[in-house]
């Protein structure tokens, strides 16, 4: 069976078992605007589904995914912006109360961007630029800690990234006033792909910490 034939079954199943099972759900979900809890700013490796992470259903969130789950600067021009404008319409529109950026173990991009500090940046047209927004994590993490080896160095610039997106979502406006009234929480979050281990960052300690297992 090919991909896409895999996939078509795929549906299949979901069809008769899923959404059959909850088929007064999903038409209730269509005959009403959406409702999400949270938006999840999430890197689009496909190891790394918040969907199946949190256990989530239909309409619990509002996932925006792009490469290593960087969030741009505030900088409204001509040009387009597409992680801007899902944030733009989670928080004014959706009225979202809980923004999390969720990095990862093992995520390409910030792979490809320890490389370019190593004097080999991506081929390709868009993936140098795109993560040359994360180039200060990769400069202050080398500088800091220049005995660490490769995938020491890898793993706090995927940590580092979350931090750096935070930063970036409070120079939006709407964010910004946002969370001085407390109507809007920020969270930064780091998933083990291969442990399966969650854990939050806490801004006092400027750490993470995993997230205890259910006793």
């Known amino acids: 069976m090919d991909t896409i034939d895999s996939l078509i079954e795929g549906y299949r199943a979901f069809r008769s078992g899923a959404y059959k099972q909850n088929e007064a759900k999903y038409q209730a979900l269509a005959a009403r605007r959406q409702r999400p809890k949270a938006m999840i700013i999430a890197c689009c490796d496909s190891r790394a589904d918040p969907a199946m992470i949190f256990s989530s259903d239909p309409g619990e969130l509002f996932v925006v995914r792009n490469v290593a789950n960087l969030v741009p600067p505030y900088q409204p021009d001509s040009h387009y912006h597409g992680t801007s404008a899902a944030l733009e319409f989670g928080v004014k529109g959706l009225e979202i109360a809980d923004i999390i950026v969720m990095g990862h173990v093992s995520c390409g991009g910030i792979e490809a961007l320890y490389d370019a500090g190593c004097g080999h940046p991506p081929e390709g047209d868009f993936i140098s630029n795109w993560m040359s927004l994360a180039t200060s994590v990769e400069t202050s993490v080398r500088d800091q800690h220049p005995d660490l080896d490769k995938p020491a160095l890898l793993r706090l610039m995927e940590q580092r990234?979350?931090?750096?997106?935070?930063?970036?979502?409070?120079?939006?406006?709407?964010?910004?006033?946002?969370?001085?009234?407390?109507?809007?929480?920020?969270?930064?979050?780091?998933y083990g792909i291969g442990s399966g281990k969650l854990s939050i960052y806490d801004a006092k300690s400027d750490s993470f910490t995993d997230v205890a297992d259910k006793a």
């Open 161 to 190: 990234a979350v931090v750096q997106s935070l930063e970036m979502l409070r120079t939006f406006p709407f964010v910004a006033e946002r969370e001085k009234a407390g109507t809007l929480r920020l969270h930064g979050w780091f």
